[in-house]
Structures are given as structure tokens and as C-alpha cells.
């Protein structure tokens, strides 16, 4: 069953989630531009380092896990400071805590595939990814929930999210796309461990 047919259709699934990750950061990146900064460069940062992590090929070298680490700390920093805001930015924190946790158990190599993707036993304590998980789906079934209620609760959020004070940089409704794309792309990268 694990033939060529799996390992394309494995590489196809990885590719197709690279670009979703990387589509998602280039809008976040253009809001922020427009905003003025805020969440949306967290947000942009965050589906750039997603599309990289997903990247199914070891780019040599192992230099990956410590700059995507590096740079997750600084996110991970960042979003800190955006929790002076409220607490609608602590899901930046842990996205941004959670990036750290998979760019440090792909380091290690523990449970590393030849893809490059993470999958099997030891690739990280199986607490901690089980609670990712749980956060995760839940994330995406409320972030369903949301996108296909026009009009719902969390529009406050997202407008305090998209950059302030103002009005989102965006329809509301394709900002929330972009979060719902990668909550599915951080929900199928810890699947792979």
C-alpha cells in the first residue's frame, strides 16, 4: 500500500498545503502593508514559516530547524506584546509557540520522514501534541463555524486583529478564510508527528 501512488499522492497533498500556507501569508503580508503592521505581520509571518516547514524536500543542511525556531521566537515575542491589546492575540501566541515546538522536533530528526515531514513515534512528547490537536480542531471547527455565519460574534475580534483601531484591511469574511486555511495547515502538519 505505501508504493509510488502513496508517496505522489503525499507529495502532491504537501505541495498543495505549501501553497495554501504561502497564499495565506501573501494576503496577511498585503493587509499589513495596508494597516500599518499589527497582527497581520504575525499572520504573515506565520503562513510564510508554515509554508516552508510543509516544504516536503530537505533543503540541505540542517539549518532549517534553528532559523525557523529563531524566527518563531521572535513571533512567539511579538504576539506577547500584542497581548497588551486583549486577549484575542493569545491564539498568535500559541501558533507562534507551536511553530517553535515542530521546528524543534524536526531538528532533532526524531520521527522524520524522507519527505521531510514528521510522522511516528517520538517526533515530540504525545501530550503536548494531543492538546495541539484538540486546540487545533477545535480552532477549525469554531473557524467554520464563523466563516459560514455571516455576521458573527467574532467580527469585533477580527476587526481589533486586522490592525486596530480602523476597519479591517479586507472583507472580513476572506480574513477569516485565511486564519480557517491555516489552522487546517497547522492541523495537518500535527497530524504528521
Known sequence: MHGPATSLSTSVSAWLLVLLCAVSGAYCLRRAGRSGGGAAAGE????FGMALMAVPLRLGGGWQAPVLGAVFC??????????RGG????????GSLTMVYMALASGTGAGAGPSGHLHGQGAGPPLLTGLLLVYYAGYVVLGGARLVTVGGTGAVADAADAGGAGAPAGPAEVIRACRLAMGIGMLAMLLTM
Open 44 to 47: 504573515a509571518a506565520m503562513g
Open 74 to 83: 521572535g513571533a512567539a515575542l511579538h504576539a506577547l506584546w500584542l497581548l
Open 87 to 94: 486577549p484575542h492575540h493569545a491564539h498568535h501566541l500559541v
